[in-house]
């Protein structure tokens, strides 16, 4: 990133300090010198980032979201720049540890200051559902405290916005794991009950030290949100019956903001009105969420299965991993992967650790000579030599070029019976988070003897295809994601990917 140190903005605003970079920029201190105060200025780069439009209709979003949000638990936007290369997001100041960093650095907090904590958060939601807006990613890093014990909810990022034309009234989620509600896990759309499961994921956080349904890595912890049970409450004294409510599985069964509220403020009526907070560093609205993907190939799930890189979606060809309270991790093209041996056979479940071994395998017709064979759980395909298997989001296997487009591909154990209504689906949630988003085709097709559906489509200055079929027992995607300019120049590639994946014992 370009150092920006003392770069005016706008003619008022000048940069003094970063204070964070995330996927979607870089936040720093500035200077209003119009009206005298210190203000954090969220810094956009357009350039070199694929669709520029897109990219700015997205910062547009979020500063739109927080803007119609008038209630002191928000962090609050004064002003918007754009010119023409970066986009600016002037916001308000604080300079503070989020809930998360409080709770890692001293341990879980009292259950009377935790419900003040939850009513600030609170309040900022309500305020936010009246405004026709969902926040969406409700988590103790998005969570900011004030000495006083106040909170403030930042990062509007993801949220969706009502009214908002580039929407549709279905939306894939982009959320952290932990916190997610099941709704969202599915792929339904998220309404407000959505935030309200992360505000009782957040509460319990704050008073047992702990998420309520991690589990270390994504799919066990999606599974828990959407069968298990939260963890048994062990500090929470008056807010366990709050927490139990908001984290019921069915939204309807949740209270509302009225209801929840009501039962804050008798657990709160003890809470000291100042906390001591521990020495963390300097905070300021909480810096950009790293960037999301395209859809995965967990494409075949059913209304009951587990939805992991489904809920992966968004920007820059990017494949996604999760890490802690960190939410989307990229590891797509772009960074690195571990090459495996030319001229052998890879062997390894997607999973785990990839081995090899000299083995004789007979080559499809199609597949060019020089490619090398990879054998995934119950499948194998092949691959050029100077391409890459890695492990993929939630069990998938990513084999990814030098140049870092990549193939992807993913099974599932509870299949669509309707490949094409499938991908159809996918498609509104995958539209609604991607104004550029253009179809080229879903068709129905014939893969090996088998019903086959082939969605086609382009975002961001990517080209995607994803073959789905099933085999009656197993699902399968198959899926190439690369930049616009390469894409006519792998179609031989495309081909010899499908060529030369095989159904295995």
Known sequence: MPDRTQQLIAGRYRLDRSLGVGGMGQVWLAEDSLLGRTV?????????????????????????????????????????????????LVMELIEAPTLADIVTAEGPLAADAVARIGLDVLGALAAAHRAGIVHRDVKPNNVMVLSDGSAKLADFGIASVKDDPSLTATGMVLGTPKY??????????????????????????????????????????????????????????????????????????????????????????????????????????????PRPTPPGNRRWLSALAIVAAVALVAAAGV??????????VATGPGTTTTSAPPSTTTTAKPTTTTTTEPATVERPSGVPS?????????????????????AGPAGSVDIGSPAGDYFRVDTVDEPSDDPKAAWEAQEQSFAADHPDYQRIRIDDVEFRGLDAAMWEFTFEGLHAAD?????????????????????????DTRQAFQDGFEISA
């Open 467 to 491: 073959l789905g079929f099933s085999d009656g027992d197993r699902g399968y995607a198959l899926y190439l994601v690369a930049g616009e300019d390469r894409w006519d120049d792998l179609a």
């Open 40 to 88: 954090a200025v969220k810094v956009v780069d357009l350039r070199g980032r694929g669709d520029e439009e897109a990219l700015r209709a997205r910062v547009m979003r979020e500063a739109r979201a927080a803007a119609r949000i008038d209630d002191p638990g928000s962090v609050r936007i004064f002003d918007v720049v754009d010119d023409g290369h970066a986009v600016y």
């Open 370 to 390: 020089d490619w090398v064979s990879y054998r995934g759980d119950g499948w194998q395909i092949w691959h050029p030599s100077d391409w890459s298997p890695k």
């Open 319 to 328: 494949a996604l991993t999760y890490d802690g309270d960190k939410g989307a």
């Open 180 to 289: 997610m509600s099941p709704e969202q896990a599915r792929g339904e759309t998220a309404g407000a009950p959505a935030d309200l499961w992360g505000l009782g994921a957040l509460l319990y956080f704050a008073v047992e030290g702990e998420p309520p349904f991690d589990r270390g890595d994504t799919l066990p912890t999606l599974h828990a949100v959407l069968h298990d049970e939260p963890r048994p409450l062990r500090r929470a004294g008056g807010l366990a019956p709050v927490i139990g409510a908001l984290l019921t599985k069915d939204p309807a069964g949740r209270p509302s903001t009225h209801d929840a509220r009501r039962l804050l403020q008798g657990v709160a009526a003890g809470a000291p009105r100042t906390m001591v907070l521990p020495a963390v560093r300097e905070r300021t609205p909480a810096a950009p969420s």
